[in-house]
């Protein structure tokens, strides 16, 4: 599975769009991105996944890079709840065994 | 309904305890987990289920039992605790088959070993 690297951490306004980066140079053509996140003292939640095409859910909009080595998690209106471990896994698509890095620390401030 | 629930959410021991984590999950799915989360925040995986199968043995101690009496529940026994096993442990769910790997994740047990 692909390597990912995210910034520690991240601020953001409340209200304002939440980008958050992703890069994953080495990930193959069967390996989906996934993100998820981690709000404090609960389980990680899915959040989108993708493979090639942009996407976009009630949560998120997931943005992929054309040679795909990089992508772009957009929470378009962030609020305070929002404030979270944020992470980015690049995984194929069958396996159960996502590996999770440090993630992005998103602080959402009023 | 809690689609992934886990039992204790806080278990507090001693050195040299037996001790049981219960995972259940309502959500019909066929494939089951185990994560840590250290004092660090890493989580790994630690052992997956499908359908009551061992797939996943990542390369945890031997005190680590899990056992799942059915593809609803997936429980972890471990024996002999030690100091280092204090950390956050995650039952999560999953639907093999499906287009990716969407994980449904319980709200953990924070184990603690004086």
């Known amino acids: 599975d692909a390597k990912t690297t995210q910034p520690t951490s991240m601020d953001c306004a409340e209200g304002r769009a939440a980008n958050l980066p992703c890069n994953h140079s080495?990930?193959?053509?069967?390996?989906?991105v996934y993100w998820y996140r981690q709000i404090h003292s609960q389980g990680p939640q899915y959040i989108i996944h993708?493979?090639?095409n942009n996407e976009t859910n009630e949560m998120a909009s997931l943005i992929i890079t054309e040679d795909r080595k990089s992508s772009t998690l957009i929470l378009p209106h962030a609020t305070l709840r929002d404030t979270a471990v944020y992470y980015c896994i690049a995984i194929s698509s069958n396996t159960g065994k996502l590996i999770f890095g440090q993630g992005t620390t998103l602080q959402v401030k009023p | 309904d809690t689609a992934v629930s886990q039992t204790p959410k806080y278990l507090v021991t001693q050195m040299g305890n037996d001790k049981s984590i219960k995972c259940e999950q309502n959500l019909g799915h066929d494939t089951m987990y185990w994560y840590k989360q250290d004092s660090k925040k890493f989580l790994k995986i630690m052992f997956s289920?499908?359908?009551?199968?061992?797939?996943i043995n990542e390369t945890v101690p031997n005190r680590f039992s899990p056992k799942s009496p059915d593809k609803a529940h997936l429980n972890l026994h471990i024996n002999s605790l030690e100091l280092g096993d204090s950390a956050v442990y995650f039952c999560a769910s999953s639907q093999r088959g499906q287009v990716g790997t969407k994980l449904f994740f319980g709200s953990g047990t924070q184990l603690s070993v004086l």
């Open positions: 080495t990930i193959s053509g069967n390996e989906y």
């Open positions: 993708g493979l090639k």
């Open positions: 289920y499908n359908n009551k199968e061992l797939i």
